[in-house]
């Protein structure tokens, strides 16, 4: 119940692309659900989040979509560029409104190539 | 957003030694999390570090084997003990900022 489902595995696009990279979850009490970007020899570094009670964030070219009752979420990337080739990772987690913290729980990754 | 800074960035160890990774955090806080991220891998969280308590571990980790200190609201060690190859990873801290989780460049241990 604690795992967070990625997919695909790895991706190609091409540039001026969508790129989409899918996850899903089973945790119902998940309330706190980020996507991180990963370059090589780098820490991930925090790209975008979601709470459950919207259904849409954007953020510049990336966009989050979250559909509750499916217990998925998405990451789009419009006009995907070269330098955006990366791993992506989703994550959740139970953080709560109070300054509660929990442990965050990651997707398996999707190793990004924006081809030129 | 709250800044982690590591140490070491990278190490190269012998087989049967311990590193101690340490991690300073810019701010309080309260919890701390260790990671580890086996080559071409995700992250595996380790154990969650509250100050002034142990560590609790996740399921595959044991205090013998990474021992954890939060000494302060600020900062964070993690040892691996008796380390062997299968210890190479990127080892992560990170603590929870308001905008979010924050990591910094993490630990590259390799074993020989």
């Known amino acids: 119940q604690q795992q967070v489902k990625q997919s695909p595995q790895s991706l190609i696009v091409q540039k001026g692309g969508i790129s989409i990279i899918n996850c899903a979850y089973e945790?119902?009490?998940?309330?706190?659900f980020p996507w991180y970007q990963q370059f090589p020899g780098k820490g991930p570094a925090l790209l975008i989040a979601?709470?459950?009670?919207?259904s849409e964030k954007k953020e510049g070219r990336f966009t989050i979509s979250f559909n509750k009752s499916a217990k998925q979420f998405s990451l789009h990337i419009m006009d995907s560029q070269p330098g955006d080739s990366a791993t992506y990772f989703c994550?959740?987690?139970?953080?709560?409104?109070?300054?509660?913290?929990?442990?965050?729980?990651f997707g398996t990754g999707t190793l990004l190539a924006v081809q030129p | 957003s709250a800044v982690i800074s590591q140490k070491p960035s990278r190490d190269i160890c012998q087989r049967g030694t311990s590193l101690t990774i340490q991690c300073q955090v810019d701010?309080?806080?309260?919890?701390m999390f260790w990671y580890r991220q086996q080559p071409g891998q995700s992250l595996t969280l380790i154990a969650t570090?509250?100050?002034?308590?142990?560590?609790?571990?996740e399921s595959g980790f044991v205090i013998d084997k990474f021992p954890i200190s939060r000494p302060n609201l600020t900062f964070s060690t993690l040892t691996v003990s008796n380390m062997s190859p299968e210890d190479s990873s990127i080892y992560l801290c990170?603590?929870?900022?308001?905008?979010?989780?924050?990591f910094g460049s993490g630990t590259r241990l390799t074993v020989v």
């Open positions: 994550a959740a987690s139970i953080r709560g409104y109070g300054g509660a913290t929990n442990k965050l729980i």
């Open positions: 945790n119902t009490a998940f309330d706190y």
């Open positions: 979601i709470r459950p009670d919207v």
């Open positions: 701010s309080q806080v309260t919890m």
């Open positions: 570090a509250n100050q002034g308590s142990e560590a609790t571990y």
């Open positions: 990170t603590s929870e900022a308001v905008d979010g989780y924050t």
